[in-house]
């Protein structure tokens, strides 16, 4: 079982940055893949990012604005958001899956365990 809690959201301008933070339980941290999800009012959830073992994987929308990283040690992943635009705004969710397939990695039913999520709100 893993617990996942998400922290760092906020109320931010557009252009800005924030880092999130998920706090993983469980002492096999550094085997699951860790991911980012988002949902926007009346939007479906979608991929955000995931890094993996090997593997690092992101959405096209937040290719060279957002960097996920982990610290194994802390049991912590994190998203790095720069050059945050409106359409950012979400609810961002922390995901852990036990395996990464190149395929399936922005399947969010792939993905066993979740956070309760953090709003981001990015002002125009």
């Known amino acids: 079982q893993v617990q996942l809690v998400e922290s760092g959201g906020g109320l931010v301008q557009a252009g800005g940055s924030l880092r999130l933070s998920c706090a993983a339980s469980?002492?096999?941290?550094?085997?699951?893949?860790m991911g980012w999800f988002r949902q926007a009012p009346g939007k479906e959830r979608e991929f955000v990012a995931v890094?993996?073992?090997?593997?690092?994987y992101y959405a096209d929308s937040v290719k060279g604005r957002f960097t996920i990283s982990r610290d194994n040690a802390k049991n912590t992943v994190y998203l790095q958001m720069n050059s945050l635009k409106s359409e950012d705004t979400a609810v961002y969710y922390c995901?852990?899956?036990?395996?990464?397939?190149?395929?399936?990695?922005?399947?969010?039913?792939?993905?066993?365990?979740w956070g309760q999520g953090t709003q981001v709100t990015v002002s125009s």
């Open positions: 995901a852990a899956r036990s395996t990464l397939k190149s395929d399936t990695y922005y399947r969010s039913r792939e993905y066993d365990y």
């Open positions: 469980g002492r096999t941290f550094s085997s699951y893949a």
């Open positions: 890094k993996g073992v090997v593997s690092t």
